[in-house]
């Protein structure tokens, strides 16, 4: 029996690498199978991990929610159909939420397949979803997936009484523990990861992953698996391919509540696993370290009065100021890790230092001698606020307004005076700076509610007189990519550093203040990145309890809780895969320099977790932009029904609009049909040829022939 299933896995195997399913005796020729994806979602965590890689991505998504009124009823008819003589198969991949049964259908005529459903609750509190497909439902898709050879995935499968799995060795919180990467799982869809699968403790109050380690049968192949505590050698599966009964179904044993950092790093390759190795939709993993206000100075935050020095009632410290040993550390940095940081530079700042101290400024200077170590972003002249004028000391939070009620906005005239004159100050000493790259102060100009509800009406047309293509916004604020005039904004994330937090006691203090104690297991990313938006003369505001709580000590407490917390905040967007731009404070590279702890921690987490194979890229704030444009195009293309795209053996054909770039991720050497001949897409990148391309003017749609 045993030797009989196994051959039929390998035929089934065979049929799905040619993507051609055998034709039956009502229909003949290949089937053409679409290139979108199923989607049947519970509303749990697995499921929606996934269905944010794919959208990430800019793969097309049918979506199916359990529980909705009216939804559509999956059965032969939804499933599959003909097209132009041929078979088809209108989804190239299946994925469900799984349940205790999800290895369990079996090789029988439809109604004799069991639900996809959860039988029980799982212990410690883990979440199982009440939702199921019914047995008519599950039996389409199995006939279905058997027809035209898809794969499907089961992003939460538990084992039951007739699963692949057999009996768990080991179910509880997997918090804290680190799985790995079989060898079966690097020589097939995982192979762009080096081997270890992390799950984060973030909190040790709370369960961020649930799992089941599960000892696989004889038709399962363990992908990704992890010790079983308490014994000295027992692995179990978390991650497997089970093959029987001539279909193939990705099984996954740990989600909610779930830390979305161990989908993210595997969501790539359940995706590839899935489609095939071919589908729509492309992505690259990278990260971009801002650093805001420099030449110029940071208010400091003062432990003691828990306040920003220059607000009322506090200390008048210094300010806090970069030196030209932190700019020759910074540039030493910068050419160990092989890491560009990009330098928001003002150049009002660096005169004004030079006019108070008889001349000089050594950190302007070495900035200046290095200037090709880095890359230069327009910071404007003198980081001057460019939104309302603001009122007085008592209301300083609201916009000030004339006699006539209207509100008094910084005018156009201004705005472009601090724009072009920054440009001409870089220039003027030879700083690569880009016209249509631009940075403003606490992302000023742009809507900042509540106190400034809206843009500032001025800003739009000094970036067009200006030449400004790419703004940096305050992601907090504006998370998608939108237009101010002839600009885009381009949202970015907050390191969780506060600008006035030259060493770790001020940048632990700070950070307690404003969210409690009890913040320091929550996400330090999250939000507007650590105060980095707020006035050079405000300090954090109090929450959460953080009058009353004890600052914890900055000597521990800084490396061992916020640096880990941070890091994998921003890990987690790198691999989200969110291009935008992560941004901090000069004040950050100072003093004790508390920006390069977090900044290796990332680094060093990336490296640890993927191969050579697939680098981190380190882009620059147009290109990122350029990327958020293009992928903006094309899923509204997507969303509007606009494309089309399919397979017949070995030939994809994609239809979309005039124009629109088209993204593809497709084995080495596919190559796309022109009208002079034929040209490689993509760039390789995790295993996968990955890029974006066009189609031929000559030829209407873009054609790929697959090696």
Known sequence: MVRSRRLAAACAIAAALSFAAVPNARTAGTPRVDLAVLLVDDGGEPVAAIAEHLAAIGAPVTQVRLGERGRPRIDEEFLAGTKDGRPRARYQAVVVPGGSDAGAVPAVAAGGAAPLRAEAPAPDGARVSPLALGHAETAALASYERRFGIRQVDAHAAPGPHSAFGTPVWSGRLDGRTARVTPAGRAGPFGYLAGPVPFADLDPRVAETYGRLVRPGPDFTPYVDAAVPGTPRARGALVGEYADDGRRRLLVTFGDPGDRLAYRLLARGIVDWATNGVHLGAARYGFAVHVDGVLGRDARWDPEGDCTAGTPGCAGLPPVRMSGGDAAYARDWSADRDFTLDLVYSGGAAERHRRAHGGGDPLADRLITDREAYRWINGTYDRAPLGCVRGGRDDAARCARDAAGEVRWTPERRIARQIEDNVGWGWARNLLVRRDELVTAGHSGLAAPPGQPF?????????????????????????????????????????????????????????????????????????????????????????????????????????????????????????????????????????????????????????????????????????????????????????????????????????????????????????????????????????????????????????????
Do not use: M
Request: with cysteine.
């Open 455 to 707: 843009d500032n009406p001025n800003l739009a047309p000094a970036l067009g007189t200006t030449g400004v293509r790419w703004l940096a916004s305050d992601r907090a604020r504006d998370p998608l990519q939108r237009r101010v005039g002839t600009a885009s904004t381009v949202p970015r994330y907050g390191l969780g550093l506060f600008a006035g937090a030259g060493r770790e006691r001020e940048q632990v203090d700070a950070y307690t203040y404003r969210y409690g104690e009890g913040s320091l297991a929550a996400d330090p990313g999250a939000g507007d990145g650590g105060g980095g938006d707020r006035g050079a003369g405000e300090g954090p505001v109090a929450g959460g309890g953080g009058l009353c709580a004890a600052p914890p000590d900055p000597e521990s407490r800084y490396r061992s809780s916020l640096v880990p917390r941070a890091a994998h905040a921003a890990l987690g967007h790198v691999l989200a895969p969110d291009p935008g731009p992560h941004y901090l404070h000069q004040s950050n590279l100072a003093e004790d320099r508390i920006a390069y702890p977090l900044l290796d921690r990332v680094l060093a987490d990336y490296r640890r977790l993927f191969t050579p194979a697939t680098p981190l890229d380190n882009p620059r704030l147009g290109a990122i932009a350029r990327d958020l444009r293009r992928r903006g195009v094309w899923a509204e293309a997507v969303r509007n029904g606009e494309v089309t795209a399919y397979r017949v053996g070995g030939t994809v054909t994609v239809r979309a609009p005039a124009g629109v770039e088209v993204p593809l991720t497709a084995p080495p050497g596919t190559r796309q049909r022109f009208g002079r001949g034929d040209a490689k897409v993509g760039r390789p990148y995790a295993g996968r040829a990955a890029g974006w391309t066009r189609a031929d003017p000559v030829r209407e749609p873009v054609v790929l022939r697959l090696p």
